[in-house]
């Protein structure tokens, strides 16, 4: 199956990320073809966000690929997340991957989704 690529509009990821997701691949299993980025309703803003290990490819998924790392996303979640960034930021307990640049969802929320600082 020949992948459609996201490009830098619709998706990005920063070297945290990146290194962080590789680290991670490294420590399941062979068969895994990437990180899938999901939406579910939910959230401050109506709609929230994460990430799982994917063995499965489908046809209308879009991937971004960075030195072998598979990003997938499926339309729907990319309706939610285009020009998103996603970062990886400190240590220890406090580490988490973090949505950048999300556009609002709508609904009063809790005021922090698609703020500078991201959601998590």
């Keep these: ?3 459609v690529a996201l490009t830098d509009s619709e998706l ?3 070297n945290p990320a990146q290194g962080k997701m590789v680290e991670l691949l490294d420590q399941v299993e062979d068969n895994i073809e990437g990180i899938r980025v999901f939406a579910t309703p939910g959230g401050c803003s109506g709609v929230s966000f994460g990430m799982t290990f994917t ?3 489908n046809a209308e998924d879009k991937i971004r690929e960075y030195d072998g790392l598979k990003v ?3 339309p ?3 309706e939610h997340i285009r020009g998103v960034e996603i970062d990886f930021v400190g240590d220890g307990a406090e580490a988490r991957f973090v949505f950048n640049n999300l ?3 709508g609904g009063g929320g809790c005021g922090t989704c698609g703020s500078q600082g991201g959601c998590s």
């Design 76 to 78: 729907a979640t990319l």
């Design 1 to 3: 199956m020949t992948a």
């Design 103 to 105: 556009a609002p969802q």
């Design 55 to 57: 063995d499965q490819l």
């Design 12 to 14: 990005t990821l920063t």
């Design 72 to 74: 997938i996303v499926d």
